[in-house]
């Protein structure tokens, strides 16, 4: 599928409505295992996410979430049925590497204003806490180098008390400055943090020296391995694609 605007999807030849094919399995404590698969039983529904592009940015409209759908109980009668479509070809797989995992939080080293600013970019997503109001939209924006912004991003809240404003389905690139439009109140360093997120990878081994210069070049190669890994290497940052050769240039260090 391809979002408006000429989005990430476009450039991947993406076009026309949303397609999925999913075999899910599930494994009991006691052995017992249940496949769900998808076919013409399902129903579909607008969700409260409303756009959602690597490149363009991130729209929710928490006014229209449906609580309690991923349920038991829930009732579904004004979803709307899906349609059988042709497949997406290819092999259905799972995933043969390591699950990707929020790994930390890094915080910002100052705030002045709206703004909070990182001393060092890192693969994963915002996070703030709000204080809402039924109906404010909070927007997020960021600057990561000279020549290259994050996407906007825009929540739209839908009770009055706090909130934790975070894009969903979408690894970004963590910025060195966070914009927080649209508060009722003062952006504060406790509510506003960037998500670390990369392939839970195991570690081989540990590198310390007496030269402090070697353990800080050896702590950004090192971070910008797993800025790399995500299902597979790629480049977080701004392309968000997997080149072979990023794979290729930090496989000799990486393996």
Known sequence: ??????????????????????????????????TIVTDETWKWARSEITYNDFWL???????????GWDRPGYRDARWRAVSLTQG???ALR???????????????????????FFDVLTAGWPSV????????????????AKDYNLPEMSFRLAREGPAVLEPRFMVLSGPLELKVDGLSE??????VGI??????????????????????????????????????????????????????????TAA
């Open 186 to 191: 003062p952006l504060t360093r406790d509510a």
């Open 94 to 116: 799972s995933r043969i590497g390591p699950p990707v995992r929020v790994a930390g939080e890094l915080k910002p080293v100052r705030v002045e204003g709206n703004r909070a």
């Open 1 to 34: 599928l391809s979002t408006p605007g000429r989005g990430f999807g476009e450039r991947h030849s993406g076009h026309g409505p949303p397609r999925l094919l999913a075999q899910i399995e599930i494994e009991s404590t006691d052995g017992r295992r249940q």
């Open 57 to 67: 940015g991130y729209r929710e409209d928490r006014t229209l979430a449906k609580p």
């Open 195 to 252: 998500r670390m997120v990369h392939a839970d990878l195991e570690s081989a081994g540990t590198f310390h020296s007496s030269n402090p210069w070697l353990n800080q070049l050896h702590e950004v190669v090192l971070r910008t391995h797993l800025n790399y890994n995500l299902d597979h290497p790629l480049d977080p940052m701004r392309e968000k694609q997997g080149w072979t050769q990023d794979a290729q240039n930090m496989f000799e």
């Open 88 to 90: 997406l070809g290819g």
């Open 129 to 144: 806490w709000v204080a809402g109001n039924t109906g404010q939209t909070v927007t997020i924006s960021g600057r990561c």
